[in-house]
C-alpha cells in the first residue's frame, strides 16, 4: 500500500471509538429535543408555559452543548483531523458545535418570555399573544437546533462509516506466505 494513502487512513481503534461517542451524543440531542415538548398531549402550548420547565429545556441544552463543543475539540486536536476524511468530519462537527450552542439561548429566551408573560398580567390581549407566540416560536427554535445538531453528528458519523469502508478496500489483510502449488514429481524413466 502506498504510504500516502496509509497516512489518510485514520486507525481502527481510534474510529471506532469516536462512532460510538457521536452516535451516543446524537441520541442525546434527539432525546432532549423530544422531551423539551412545549405542547400538551393535544397538541397545543399551555396557557401558561411553565417558567422552570423552560429554564431546565435551557440548562439541558447548555450541558449537551458542552459536550459537543469538547468532542469538536477533541477531534480537533487530533493529528486525523487533518486527513481528508478527518477534514469532513471535523466540517460536520463544527457545524454541529455552531447549531448546539443556539438552542440554550433560544431556550432561555422562551423561558424569559413565559415568566413575563406571569408575572406581567397584562389586560392587553394583543400583548399577551404576543408573549405566548414568543415562548412558541423560541422553543420551537430551540427545539430545532437541537435537531439540527444531531443530524450534523448524523453526518459526521456517515462520513466515518464511509472511511471504515475505504478501510476494508485500501487495506489488504496480512497475508500469511501461502504454500508454493505442487509441482508434479517427475516421473521415473524406464529404460
Known amino acids: ?10 486507525p481502527r481503534d481510534e474510529i471506532f471509538p469516536l462512532l460510538s461517542a457521536l ?4 441520541d442525546k440531542l434527539l432525546a432532549v429535543a423530544k422531551q423539551a415538548n412545549l405542547q400538551d398531549d393535544t397538541g397545543h402550548a399551555p396557557a401558561a408555559p411553565s417558567y422552570i420547565d423552560l429554564l431546565q429545556h435551557a440548562a439541558d441544552a447548555q450541558a449537551l452543548a458542552r459536550d459537543v463543543v469538547q468532542l469538536t475539540v477533541d477531534f480537533a486536536r487530533s493529528t486525523h483531523s487533518t486527513t481528508r476524511a478527518g ?8 457545524t454541529a458545535t455552531s447549531m448546539s450552542s443556539h438552542a440554550a439561548p433560544s431556550f432561555a429566551e422562551a423561558a424569559e418570555a413565559a415568566l413575563s408573560l406571569s408575572l406581567h398580567q397584562s389586560s ?3 400583548d399577551r399573544n404576543y408573549q405566548k407566540r414568543s415562548v412558541v416560536i423560541d422553543h420551537a427554535t430551540a427545539r430545532a437546533y437541537l435537531r439540527f445538531t444531531s443530524d450534523s453528528l448524523r453526518d459526521a458519523v456517515k462520513e466515518l462509516e464511509d472511511h471504515v469502508d475505504f478501510h476494508r478496500f485500501s487495506t489488504t489483510p496480512t497475508q500469511q506466505a501461502s504454500p508454493a502449488p505442487p509441482q508434479p514429481k517427475p516421473s521415473p ?3
Open 23 to 26: 452516535s451516543d451524543m446524537r
Open 124 to 126: 392587553d390581549p394583543t
Open 87 to 94: 477534514s469532513a468530519v471535523l466540517r460536520h462537527l463544527t
Open 189 to 191: 524413466r524406464r529404460r
Open 1 to 10: 500500500m502506498k504510504s500516502d494513502v496509509r497516512r489518510e487512513l485514520i
